[in-house]
């Protein structure tokens, strides 16, 4: 039987590296994904395949699409799809580098690199804003229930959808907000991490409460920090069985329900937005039954 990919459900590593890379025109991806594939143990390194890359070999992956562009309210969501995403994962930055040549060394008969952020963990799995990030992440049984495939058949059970987003914090601003600002923005006190009761109706937190839904909205977050010359921020990262919580949140951060617009928007912009969809793991790696 087909099992996830490990590192969706473990906790996030200690240090990170989030690969995206394009399919040239007129390449034939089949050989370097294959040999991708039956390297990718779906626990060091998470494999996402974007919708591109299916329509090249003619393969529709029923609820993977496009990421779609968002401009409401004054804020713009961007749409950057991509061929294939990989998370890799470790400990060790020297373990990162040289695993990311690996993947690019196969997949250079047919892919290009196209982007590369660095993450890492920050304390206790914290924002570098200092809240602490997935607290109402689901657990156990209830993380698979949320993330994972079932009831599909054999090449699909034990997938997952995964949205991407890296977002760019304005940390000179959070510095300049006294805490109980800084605490409404978010819904959370920072000193002791639990939720505001009086918080007001634009908290991240009231905006995205899973259970508040109908259906209930919960996503698996694997999100970290990331930090470089350009700036600092988190790259979101939320697995699911379908797009459907995930955009459900979004819309609501974007009060497309009731007009009010998450305060998270005044400390922190998306600059990407990408769907992929992470195949199962079956006896030699990856299993790509489904793309024939």
């Not at 920050?122 to 156990?140: A, F, I, K, M, V």
């Not at 890296?166 to 601003?173: A, I, S």
């Not at 508040?212 to 979101?236: I, K, Q, T």
Request: proline residues 6%; hydrophobic residues 40%.
């Amino acid at each position: 039987m087909n099992k996830v990919q490990a590192g969706i459900l473990l906790p996030p590593p200690r240090l990170a590296r989030y690969m995206m890379f394009s399919l040239r025109p007129d390449s034939d991806p089949r050989q370097p994904l294959q040999e991708l594939a039956g390297t990718v143990n779906g626990e060091d390194c998470v494999l996402g395949l974007g919708a591109s890359l299916l329509n090249s070999l003619g393969v529709e992956i029923e609820g993977l699409s496009t990421f779609p562009v968002y401009s409401d309210v004054g804020i713009d969501i961007p749409s950057t799809p991509a061929a294939l995403w990989c998370w890799l994962r470790s400990s060790d930055r020297g373990e990162l580098v040289h695993a990311s040549r690996e993947i690019e060394r196969l997949l250079a008969p047919a892919f290009d690199a196209v982007k590369l952020i660095d993450a890492f963990q920050y304390r206790d799995s914290r924002d570098l804003t200092g809240y602490e990030d997935g607290t109402e992440n689901p657990e156990g049984d209830e993380a698979i229930a949320a993330a994972v495939v079932t009831g599909r058949g054999e090449g699909l059970d034990g997938s997952s959808f995964v949205a991407v987003q890296q977002w760019l914090h304005d940390l000179d601003y959070v510095e300049s907000m006294e805490t109980e600002e800084r605490d409404d923005v978010i819904g959370r006190r920072l000193d002791d991490n639990e939720e505001m009761e009086d918080a007001p109706e634009s908290a991240h937190v009231k905006r995205t409460a899973q259970e508040d839904f109908a259906p209930e909205a919960f996503v698996l977050r694997r999100s970290m920090p990331w930090a470089d010359e350009s700036g600092e921020g988190l790259v979101f990262v939320a697995f699911g069985k379908s797009f459907d919580a995930f955009e459900a949140l979004l819309n609501r951060m974007l009060g497309k329900d009731d007009d009010i617009v998450d305060a998270l928007f005044r400390i922190s912009q998306p600059l990407s937005g990408s769907y992929f969809w992470c195949p199962p793991v079956g006896d030699t790696g990856l299993d790509l039954r489904a793309l024939n």
